[in-house]
């Protein structure tokens, strides 16, 4: 009997903010990074994604520099202090709710998402979805080097990423009753036009006009009840 696939982008979607974004504002309230500058260059980044003119390995060569220089004991110990501190209060009921739904149901899941396994991988566990589909920062030695390893999971890299996934485990789109996949941002507009059932969750403003022009279902997971249009 044929499954079907669940996928769901991290960054406002199944978060209500952005977790890349939140991790070098955090290094900067610590003290680990120059502030005036990743400030700067944090805005900038942000902005470009938001405008869909983002580098993506211009980003990643300022987002993963700062895990080659401290020893993985020291990052994991930040990073708990961080899911506490900014992640668990940005992961909604409703959005909780909705990857229970998927879950309970046996969808096969995971999160896509451009944000680095780094950062990703504990907000994953914490949802309960097993499978993640990330960025990968490089390690040498059990240090991270500061570079991605692969290709990044960001726009088209997105398809490529789940493809190669589902071929690891003897499975491809057909595999599948019906796939989906939520997003808020237009720049997963190659996946999103990939799957059956794309779904615009609290959607940016191209997204939105191109998910009501598409006749695409539009989610709300910032609401107390999810709300859908």
């Keep these: 009997m044929m499954v079907n696939l669940s996928l769901f982008d991290l960054d406002n979607t199944l978060l209500a903010g952005d977790s890349d974004f939140e991790w070098a504002q955090f290094l900067i309230r610590k003290g680990l990074v120059d502030a005036e500058l990743y400030e700067a260059k944090n805005a900038e980044f942000y902005a470009q994604y938001q405008a869909g003119t983002l580098d993506i390995h211009a980003f990643l060569d300022f987002q993963l520099a700062p895990l080659a220089r401290h020893e993985r004991r020291t990052l994991e110990a930040l990073h708990a202090e961080f899911m506490r501190e ?128 598409h006749g695409w279902r539009i989610l709300s997971l910032r609401e107390a009840s999810p709300a859908t249009c």
């Design 86 to 213: 900014v992640i668990e209060p940005m992961m909604t009921p409703a959005a909780k709710a909705l990857v229970r739904e998927h879950l309970a149901a046996g969808d096969v899941a995971a999160i896509v998402t451009a944000t680095n396994a780094f950062v990703t991988g504990p907000i994953a566990r914490a949802f309960g979805i097993c499978h993640l589909i990330a960025t990968i920062p490089e390690q040498q030695d059990g240090r991270f080097t500061g570079r991605c390893r692969g290709t990044p999971a960001f726009q088209a890299g997105k398809i490529a990423r789940v493809e190669s996934w589902l071929e690891s485990l003897g499975l491809w789109w057909t595999s599948f009753s019906r796939t989906t996949f939520y997003s808020d941002s237009h720049n997963d507009l190659p996946l999103l036009e990939r799957v059956d059932e794309p779904v615009a969750v609290d959607p940016d403003e191209r997204l939105r006009m191109h998910a009501l022009t």
